[in-house]
């Protein structure tokens, strides 16, 4: 059974910075693609950024040029690197992940259980 678990989350002042991680567990044979999303209290949940298989990576307008995505293939590791954060980026933070578990399955989404992050001003 593939697990997605983020870590990272936390209570940082505005202008800091905080790293989230999302690790997967199982039978993993592909990963297409990887977002974050986040989701603030009474409002919609909503894409931050993403990273493909050939490590290409798009962000929402409201995140660019602080947030950066990337990965550890090596450790099956997706990382949201979070600076300049600012209180209206107080949300769950959640990983999302299409994949497949074997060259016999297509491709499946998974998403992980959230990591809260609170700004303060």
């Known amino acids: 059974q593939v697990q997605l678990v983020e870590s990272g989350g936390g209570l940082v002042q505005a202008g800091g910075s905080l790293r989230l991680s999302c690790a997967f567990s199982?039978?993993?044979?592909?990963?297409?693609?990887t977002d974050w999303y986040r989701q603030a209290p009474g409002k919609e949940r909503e894409l931050v950024a993403t990273?493909?298989?050939?490590?290409?990576?798009t962000y929402a307008d409201f995140v660019k040029g602080r947030f950066t995505i990337s990965r550890d293939n090596a450790n099956n590791t997706v990382f949201l690197q979070m600076n300049s954060l600012k209180p209206e980026d107080t949300a769950v933070y959640y990983c999302?992940?299409?994949?497949?578990?074997?060259?016999?399955?297509?491709?499946?989404?998974?998403w992980g259980q959230g990591t809260q992050v609170t700004v303060s001003s």
């Open positions: 199982g039978k993993i044979f592909s990963i297409r693609s």
């Open positions: 990273i493909t298989r050939g490590d290409s990576t």
């Open positions: 999302y992940a299409v994949l497949q578990e074997s060259h016999l399955t297509g491709n499946r989404a998974y």
